[in-house]
């Protein structure tokens, strides 16, 4: 399984940007899926993840400014983010569990820069 991720780019200050990703397997059933990204020189950290009926967690530093959802029909997750910070400059990897394997991406950069 491949997951594709698309959305990133470069963006200002109190702006928005919409990730996706989509896995190449819609055979799959996924239990979870989400979002983690890696800062320069910092540890990969969890965004937010979601599970298969819909609950949510986020990450303390982008709660009510992010936004994640899922199609399970296209097995595809998306990450609406907002208020766009330079501290949120950093590559996005989705990330995607069934109930034996976990599957990531190859990760999209996004850089919150006036």
């Known amino acids: 399984v491949q997951l594709v991720e698309s959305g990133g780019g470069l963006v200002q200050p109190g702006g928005s940007l919409r990730l996706s990703c989509e896995a190449s397997e819609r055979s799959f059933s996924f239990n979870a899926m989400g979002w983690y990204r890696q800062g320069a020189g910092k540890q990969r950290e969890l965004v937010a993840d979601?599970?298969?009926?819909?609950?949510?967690n986020y990450g303390e530093s982008v709660t009510g400014r992010f936004t994640i959802s899922r199609d399970n029909a296209k097995n595809m997750v998306y990450l609406q983010m907002n208020s766009l910070k330079p501290e949120d400059t950093a590559v996005y990897y989705c990330?995607?569990?069934?109930?034996?394997?976990?599957?990531w991406g190859q990760g999209t950069q996004v850089t919150v820069s006036s």
């Open positions: 979601i599970a298969n009926g819909g609950r949510t």
């Open positions: 990330w995607m569990r069934t109930q034996v394997l976990s599957y």
